[in-house]
T-cell receptor, first 110, second 112 residues
Framework: RKEVEQDPGPFNVPEGATVAFNCTYSNSASQSFFWYRQDCRKEPKLLMS???SGNEDGRFTAQLNRASQYISLLIRDSKLSDSATYLCVVNKGGSYIPTFGRGTSLIVHP | DVKVTQSSRYLVKRTGEKVFLECVQD?????MFWYRQDPGLGLRLIYF???????EKGDIPEGYSVSREKKERFSLILESASTNQTSMYLCASSHRGTIEAFFGQGTRLTVV
C-alpha cells in the first residue's frame, strides 16, 4: 500500500459547484497534514494545513479523520481559477519528511 | 517574502555529463529536500538534509548525490546523466519540526 494515496481524477465540475477530494495515508504515526496546490508547470504552493478539529479558509475546508486515516479538502462555489492539481502531504512516520500524494486534478469549466 | 531559488528553470545536458542543480533559500530553514516529479508518479524524494554537512537518502537516491556546505544552499549532483533522469526537479525547505515546505520554481532537465 502506498504511503499517501489520492484519486488522480480529473474532477470536471461546473463553476459554482462543490467538490471534495480525499487522501488516505498508511502510517498511523503520521501527525502533520497539509494540502498544496500546483498549477500546470509550476511549483507546489501551500494551500492550507489540516487539523483534527478541521480548518476553514474562505471557500476551502480541510478535515482529518484519524480513525480512518484520511484527510479531505472541500471546495465550495468553485471558480475557474481553482483549476489545478491538489496535493496532500503527510509526514513520513514519526519524521519531518514531507511525503506527497500524486495529486488530484480539478478542472472547473464555465 | 520567503524565497527558494533554483539556479536554472530549463537545462539540457548530454548523456554522461556531470550535472549540478543548485538551490538557495533565504529563510534560515534547517531542512532542505530534493524531489523529482514525473507524470503519473508524483513527487519522489531523492535526498534530504536536516543540517549543514548532513545528508540522508530518500526513496530514489540512485544516480544522485548532494552537498550541503552552507545552511542556505543544497546542491543536487547527477554523477553521470542518463536519459531516464529527464524530469522536473524541485527543491524545498522547511523549518525544523514541521513539514510545511516551501518550493523553488523547479528545474526542467532534459538529458539527450
Amino acid at each position: 500500500r502506498k504511503e499517501v494515496e489520492q484519486d488522480p481524477g480529473p474532477f470536471n465540475v461546473p463553476e459554482g459547484a462543490t467538490v471534495a477530494f480525499n487522501c488516505t495515508y498508511s502510517n498511523s504515526a503520521s501527525q502533520s497534514f497539509f494540502w498544496y496546490r500546483q498549477d500546470c508547470r509550476k511549483e507546489p504552493k501551500l494551500l492550507m494545513s489540516v487539523y483534527s478539529s478541521g480548518n476553514e479558509d474562505g471557500r476551502f475546508t480541510a478535515q482529518l479523520n484519524r480513525a480512518s486515516q484520511y484527510i479531505s479538502l472541500l471546495i465550495r462555489d468553485s471558480k475557474l481559477s481553482d483549476s489545478a492539481t491538489y496535493l496532500c502531504v503527510v509526514n513520513k512516520g514519526g519524521s519531518y519528511i514531507p511525503t506527497f500524494g500524486r495529486g488530484t486534478s480539478l478542472i472547473v469549466h464555465p | 517574502d520567503v524565497k527558494v531559488t533554483q539556479s536554472s528553470r530549463y537545462l539540457v545536458k548530454r548523456t554522461g555529463e556531470k550535472v549540478f542543480l543548485e538551490c538557495v533559500q533565504d529563510m534560515d530553514h534547517e531542512n532542505m529536500f530534493w524531489y523529482r516529479q514525473d507524470p503519473g508518479l508524483g513527487l519522489r524524494l531523492i535526498y534530504f538534509s536536516y543540517d549543514v554537512k548532513m545528508k540522508e537518502k530518500g526513496d530514489i537516491p540512485e544516480g544522485y548525490s548532494v552537498s550541503r556546505e552552507k545552511k542556505e544552499r543544497f546542491s543536487l549532483i547527477l554523477e553521470s546523466a542518463s536519459t531516464n533522469q529527464t524530469s522536473m526537479y524541485l527543491c524545498a525547505s522547511s523549518h525544523r519540526g514541521t513539514i510545511e515546505a516551501f518550493f523553488g520554481q523547479g528545474t526542467r532537465l532534459t538529458v539527450v
